[in-house]
């Protein structure tokens, strides 16, 4: 039989770059830790993990603790053999014996291009056989996560139970899906920091979002009520920023607005003409766009955004390296309320993961407490960090 868990067995996933980083971390979270790469791949790391410190902790607290690792559940087995469809789903029957009539949702990730079958089979394949052992699926909302990792020479199964089952549905995949009702994947992104972070955005009034084209995160402030500044050269899609009234001011050459101009909603306002602080438009428009980009050379644009106060949030999502994207921070942490949110990526221009986080929490450090970072489901080449206006 290949039903062989233990209690205090489990399998962490990582982004593949940030392997080593997730094992160190591991080790100096949980002292007992003993950790080997179970697999890996160009996108995906799994570590098996071995700790008792670790039983003492729900799941969904050990992830929520841990930066580096975005998922971690409970080790089933490891089958020590290339792809075999029946030991795997004699193996799953065991694990579901155990439980009183449990609904199971199988989540495959294939780990290596010469496995021979796709997860979406692996999912249909192994789901149908374990219901023809007598188990019943549920898409929606499973008892028992199962999660199977195959590479061309095992598989690793893990399990998470819904109680402790932090992430979201299809958790291998969502970095690359394709959003059907968000203006882009920039918006799931920035759900889910929220969601994670546990930010009550609702009680966000007006927002600063530096990096903002083409909307994503400015529609998600948008749809909940928060008044959003946002900052870019480049033109954002005004059409679906769930805005009543839009205002863009620009500066030069404005040619790619021109499919703009006349629009109900979208009033096209050359900077030089501007008559108002950006309060007072902000009491007129949800989105005002500062079209430029910080730092540039129009430099008008930074004076007028910094005499904003009482921003109760500043988001940055600008593809700079970390560091230029916490001194922004560190410039418009004068505009924000006394504990103010801060979310930022952290882009990861390079394998030195650990130094950019640590750079980038070194130049928040002045400016900001609580800084929390993880890296989230939706973050590709990057981190997502939270942080608190000091
Ligand atoms: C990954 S995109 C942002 C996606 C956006 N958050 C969304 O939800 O759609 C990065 C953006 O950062 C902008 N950017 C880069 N440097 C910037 C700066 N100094 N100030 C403002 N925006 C900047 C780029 O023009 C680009 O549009």
């Given amino acids: 039989m290949d039903g062989n868990a233990a209690a205090d067995r ?48 729900p799941i969904d607290r050990i992830s929520k603790a841990l930066t580096f690792s975005y998922m971690v559940f ?52 192994i789901g149908m056989m374990v219901e023809e052992n007598g188990f019943s699926a549920s898409l929606t909302a499973p008892d028992l996560h199962i999660f199977l990792i195959v590479s061309a020479t095992r598989t690793a199964i893990g399990y998470s139970g819904v109680l402790d089952y932090p992430g979201p ?32 955005i609702m009680k966000w009034h007006t927002a600063i979002d530096v990096g903002a084209a083409p909307g994503g995160w400015t529609a998600a402030l948008s749809r909940m009520m928060c ?36 629009k109900r909603g979208i009033d096209l306002v050359d900077f030089s003409g501007i008559t108002k602080p950006l309060s007072a438009y902000l009491e007129e428009y949800d989105v005002v766009h500062l079209k430029a980009n910080m730092g540039s050379p129009t430099k008008n644009f930074d004076d007028y955004l910094l005499q ?41 221009m390079d394998n030195d993961v650990q130094k950019h986080m640590d750079d980038a929490k070194a130049a928040l450090s002045g400016s900001f407490g609580g800084i929390r970072v993880k890296k989230l489901h939706y973050n590709r080449m990057e981190l997502s960090l939270m942080a608190v206006k000091a």
């Avoid at 593949?16 to 830790?33: G, H, K, Q, T, Y």
């Avoid at 071995?50 to 902790?57: F, G, P, V």
């Avoid at 089933?76 to 949702?105: A, H, Q, V």
């Fill in 10 to 57: 489990f399998l962490a996933i990582a982004d593949r770059r940030m392997i080593d980083n997730a094992i160190a971390e591991l080790r100096s979270s949980f002292v007992d830790a003993e950790s080997e790469v179970v697999c890996a791949d160009g996108s995906i790391g799994v570590i098996g993990v071995k700790s008792k410190k670790m039983t003492s902790m």
């Fill in 169 to 200: 549905m299809d958790p291998f995949r969502v970095a690359n899906a394709n959003p059907e009702n968000e203006l882009n994947r920039a918006e799931l992104k920035f759900r889910e920091a929220v969601d994670f972070f546990d930010i009550d």
């Fill in 227 to 262: 008044r959003v500044v946002a900052v870019d050269s480049a033109v954002l899609d005004y059409d679906n920023l769930y805005a009543r009234k839009t205002l863009v001011l620009y500066s030069g050459n404005s040619d790619d607005l021109e499919k703009y101009k006349g």
């Fill in 308 to 348: 904003l106060k009482d921003v109760d949030a500043v988001v940055i999502d600008s593809n700079m390296d970390p560091e230029k994207n916490a001194e922004m921070a560190v410039r418009l942490s004068g505009t924000m309320k006394r504990n103010g949110a801060l979310l930022m990526a952290i882009k990861l």
């Fill in 74 to 125: 409970h080790e089933w087995t490891i089958i020590e053999s290339p792809y075999d469809k029946d030991r795997i789903t004699s193996s799953i029957t065991d694990l579901l014996n155990g439980r009183i009539n449990p609904t199971f949702m199988i989540e495959a990730k294939v780990v290596e291009a010469n496995v021979g079958t796709n997860a979406k089979s692996i999912e249909v394949e």
